[in-house]
């Protein structure tokens, strides 16, 4: 399609942080491709200011959408508004060029500039400006992401925490109308995480822009989203705030996603209406689960998820307990993630994953072959269609 | 040891090499990122001089010089004299035979700056030309002076397209390689192998500043 490009406004970047009400408004269609095959990425959605998470997994089109907002990548038609200005509108065939969109980027290769230093990696975008006071601004947000120590070095002389506080800072300092992040924080541990993401947090209460944050990690949804949307095969899925789209995952995709790492084939075997549960078989193997009642028949075939966190162990069979289903089994394997222990668990050849402390692990002197009972709570288990 | 042809051929050299930079740059930005489906056939062309007879190139353009062409008409009728058989005309033959050895390693270099680089400048504000200027042109400083070194090395030893374009007249177009080959003709082996010696030495000690630079060898033949 033939898409004049129209120049934007060449504005000055503004000298103080000011709040600037900006709206980001995204309709897309553009076809794409991963390992998987070519689909068809076809949004349409507002972002206000604030964390909106972007949710799905490798191969959903995130990249492809950002890359599309950020003017990388042309959309096969649509709209892209920031602030109610159009970036891009395919009926007006408008198109302003990336450079002069004003939208920040960081994706997840940081793509530092490796022949340039920590501050001018920083100061870069801000070449309108005067060398004093490109300066001036690029050693504040250096102090503000707690690395103006480092403002010397080279991007191969500093840590990987350090390099994405760098890229963000980039990306912060020249004022962006809206914030586009391509998981920023996956090569991160933990605490390094908690601290960026507090960092970033500050800047924006001060900002006020959309911030566009794409994972496949389910953590990072609870830890910061206001708004998630949830994409899938180039189509948005599920859209809402966190514990809204993430509990109660009526899709499987959105399951997975969001750390079910239990998931079964079930058989709905019995109905207890009076109660408001009803008794799951596993498999084809002996395991009975009891779950929350939902609309289905004796016989009909279901999907339970449970995670792996809301599962207990214990090593002697447990009596006086409120939680209704208690299955024998050994225990397969023991693996260390970061702070948490995940055992595998074979029950009745139906195999559990449940996550514990390590402290959990060394008082109860778990190990390999060692015969365990797994606790669930009935409304621990959620249903899913097939 | 024949110094005036020495001084003239290090002139040339450095006058070429020095040319190429500035007309081998845009040609190779576009050879990068061009998108245009015929590239290929100029890619062609600019690899050209690797596999050609310089006699062939040499003949070329000493017609395109000569007083028949445009060219050579323009030229006469702003000097009063052709290009063919002067220094000017050397310095175009010689551009011509070394544009490859400018072009490709610059083009070599240009392509080897990872594409997220210029991504990450364009959301910062930078356009095409000023994110060539701060980032691929500083990134690409190891192929710009291969491209400088291997064409002032080139140029050094050419021997065809002088003789075809400039022939023989001692100080104005007579250059080592054809002192080399006089001397030969006139059975003055000594003196042949004297300024052979001082050929195969710089040339040898061009290459090698090279390849120390870069510390990785460098490929003849279509780029990526």
Partial sequence: ?386 | MNWEAFWLTVRLAAIVSTLLIAIGIPIAYWLTYSRWRWKFLVEAAVALPIVLPPTVLGFYVLVALGSRSPLGRWWESLTGHTLAFTFEGLVIGSLLYSLPFAVQPFAASFGAVDSSLLRASASLGHSRAQTFRRIVLPLSKAGLVTGFALSFAHTLGEFGVVLMVGGNIPGVTRTISIDIYDQVETANYSSANETALVLLIISFVVLSTVYSLNRRPWVAGPWK
Wanted: aromatic share 4%; glycine share 8%; net charge neutral.
């Fill in chain 1, 1 to 386: 399609m033939e898409v004049k490009i129209i120049p934007a406004p060449q504005t000055a970047l503004p000298t103080s942080a000011q709040p600037i009400s900006s709206e980001l408004e995204v309709r897309i269609r553009k076809r794409f491709s991963n390992p998987e095959g070519s689909f068809n990425l076809n949004v349409h959605f507002r972002a206000l200011a604030g964390f909106t998470i972007i949710f799905g997994a490798s191969g959903a089109g995130k990249t492809t959408l950002l890359d599309c907002i950020a003017g990388l990548t042309d959309p096969d038609d649509g709209r892209v508004a920031v602030g109610g200005e159009d970036l891009y509108d395919s009926e007006k065939k408008q198109n302003v060029a990336a450079w002069k969109r004003r939208i920040g980027y960081v994706h997840q290769d940081l793509a530092l500039f490796p022949h340039l230093t920590a501050e001018e990696n920083v100061a870069y975008g801000l070449h309108t400006l005067s060398a004093a006071e490109r300066q001036a601004r690029s050693r504040e947000m250096l102090e503000l992401f707690r690395i103006g120590h480092l403002r010397d070095r080279r991007p191969s002389q500093i840590s990987g925490g350090e390099r994405q506080r760098v890229a963000l800072a980039r990306a912060l300092v020249a004022e962006p109308r809206a914030l586009l992040l391509d998981e920023p924080l996956a090569a991160l541990d933990r605490p390094t995480k908690s601290s960026l993401v507090g960092d970033l947090r500050r800047w924006n209460q001060s900002h006020r822009v959309p911030i566009l944050f794409v994972t496949h990690n389910g953590e990072e949804v609870f830890a910061l989203g206001d708004e998630v949307i949830m994409l899938d095969g180039g189509r948005i899925v599920a859209q809402g705030q966190p514990h809204e789209v993430m509990r109660v995952p009526r899709l499987e995709t959105i399951a997975r996603l969001s750390g079910f790492e239990n998931i079964f084939n079930a058989t709905v075997v019995a109905l207890h209406e009076d109660r408001g549960t009803m008794t799951c078989q596993l498999g084809k193997d002996a395991v009975e689960l009891e779950t929350p009642l939902v609309r289905a028949d004796v016989g009909s075939r279901l999907r339970v998820g449970v995670r792996a966190g809301d599962l207990l162990l214990s090593t002697e069979n447990p009596r006086g307990l409120s939680a209704r289903n208690v299955l024998p089994g050994t225990i397969l394997r023991l693996e260390q993630r970061d702070v948490i222990i995940s055992a595998t668990v074979d029950c009745s050849g139906t195999e559990f994953e449940v996550h514990l402390t390590l402290a959990a692990r060394d008082s109860l002197q778990l190990e390999p072959g060692k015969s365990v009972w797994v606790v669930a709570k009935t409304h621990s288990c959620h249903l899913m269609g097939m």
